[in-house]
């Protein structure tokens, strides 16, 4: 997946915004909470930040491609980062993103569900 990639599958989720920080970072929030990060790899190569669950979170740490997300991990959040994987690959994180923006949706409060549209997210 690249960037350009990564973006435009993000738009397509409701009420998403999208920011450019953490050092060139594209970050990807869904009512001001950040659900996908596409950046951060010091090889050069696309990598991709994501919210997980308790059980995916240890079944992708010992994936080859994925680890522990740098900064989020050790703190004890359950993010992975997709660091190194082929294009054959691209429908799984398309997965583990839309889980994410599930996770981290559902983490908002009633009221903001409501005001962004996501009640039954």
């Known amino acids: 997946m690249t ?4 973006n435009t599958f993000c738009q397509a989720l409701p009420a998403t915004t999208h920011v450019i920080q953490w050092g060139n970072s594209h970050v990807w929030k869904v009512g001001g909470k950040v659900f996908a990060i596409g950046g951060w790899t010091k090889t050069g190569q696309p990598g991709f930040t ?4 308790e059980q995916n979170y240890h079944f992708l740490e010992a994936k080859p ?3 522990p997300a740098p900064y989020l991990a050790s703190r004890g959040m359950k993010w992975i980062q997709q660091y190194d994987a082929s294009s054959a ?6 997965y583990y993103l839309s889980e994410s923006y599930r996770i981290v949706a559902a983490g908002l409060t009633k009221k903001k569900q409501k005001e962004l549209g996501l009640t039954g997210t």
């Open 50 to 53: 994501f919210k997980t669950s």
């Open 3 to 6: 960037y350009d990639e990564l």
């Open 65 to 67: 491609g994925y680890r």
């Open 89 to 94: 690959e691209d429908e799984e994180l398309r």
